[in-house]
């Protein structure tokens, strides 16, 4: 008994997920505030397409989170909202990982990216902080919920590649039981709503979607390990932040 309800738990968040992401993109596209021409970018192949996914996926993940642990709901929503002020303000902006945005910093200028990486970072401490109890334990959590918001942003680098990666690294964590399964849900829920329209060029996630599903990721991650589990993931996904530009190559020569 206590296995079906944890498993109806686990398929409810998907289904809330996904009709809040889908509803979330319909209303976007159909009010589009501040003008359509805001939405709109440029895809790798040349082709205009919204970022109606980006913020409807935050939401979504938000909100679906927030109903299993309330601190994981706000790291999802803060990077989700650092994600979305990259995509307005540094959309112009050619600089490309850390490296560059700490250059930056380093020379006195605050990049959209540096406010991203320390916002995203510092929401990811918080969360783990809430989530686990030991010091340690919490570092690590943090970093990977970090982590896995910069991974999934590594990549978004063509239609459906981060839709791809929530749904194959989402799908392990169903098969455990609690928190984890359900956040995991949540994640998957999300993007598989707006997969479709993703791979079709008809929209992107944008680094608002990315880092918010992303986060998600994480938390999932971090709800169903221990501190060796945790130490794995943490120490794995710092190594694709520094090989960034080459997980990024790796995303881009799939399919």
């Known amino acids: 008994m206590i296995k079906r309800v944890r498993r109806t738990g686990s398929c409810s968040s998907?289904?809330?997920?996904?009709?809040?992401?889908?509803?979330?993109?319909?209303?976007?596209?159909?009010v589009a505030p501040g003008?359509?021409?805001?939405?709109?970018?440029?895809?790798?192949?040349?082709?205009?397409?919204?970022?109606?996914?980006?913020?409807?996926?935050?939401?979504?993940?938000?909100?679906?989170?927030?109903?299993?642990?309330?601190?994981v709901g706000l790291a999802v929503l803060a990077a989700g909202a650092c994600g979305a002020y990259d995509d307005v303000?540094?959309?112009?902006?050619?600089?490309?990982?850390?490296?560059?945005?700490?250059?930056?910093?380093?020379?006195?200028?605050?990049t959209s990216g540096a406010v991203k990486l320390f916002g995203i970072s510092g929401a990811g401490l918080a969360a783990g902080a809430a989530l686990k109890e030991r010091p340690l334990d919490k570092v690590l959590a943090g970093a990977v919920i970090a982590g896995a918001a910069h991974f999934v942003n590594l990549v978004d680098v063509r239609p459906g590649?981060?839709?791809?990666?929530?749904?194959?690294?989402?799908?392990?964590g169903l098969l455990r039981e609690g928190p984890g399964a359900e956040t995991a849900a949540v994640a998957m829920g999300t993007v598989a709503a707006v997969l479709p329209d993703d791979l079709?060029?008809?929209?992107?996630?944008?680094?608002?979607?990315?880092?918010?599903?992303g986060a998600a990721l994480g938390a999932a991650v971090v709800a169903g390990n221990g501190r060796a589990g945790l130490a794995a993931h943490a120490v794995a996904l710092v190594a694709?932040?520094?090989?960034?530009?080459?997980?990024?190559?790796?995303?881009?020569?799939l399919g």
């Open 14 to 30: 998907t289904v809330l997920a996904a009709v809040l992401a889908r509803s979330g993109v319909t209303v976007l596209r159909a």
């Open 35 to 71: 003008g359509r021409e805001r939405w709109e970018r440029q895809n790798h192949a040349g082709r205009t397409v919204d970022l109606c996914a980006g913020p409807a996926c935050a939401l979504a993940a938000a909100v679906g989170t927030a109903r299993v642990r309330p601190a």
């Open 89 to 110: 303000v540094g959309a112009g902006d050619s600089r490309r990982g850390f490296r560059a945005h700490l250059a930056a910093l380093r020379d006195g200028e605050v």
């Open 161 to 172: 590649r981060a839709g791809a990666a929530v749904l194959a690294l989402g799908a392990p």
């Open 200 to 213: 079709a060029e008809r929209t992107m996630l944008g680094d608002t979607g990315a880092h918010a599903l």
């Open 240 to 253: 694709a932040a520094v090989c960034g530009e080459r997980v990024s190559e790796a995303a881009r020569s």
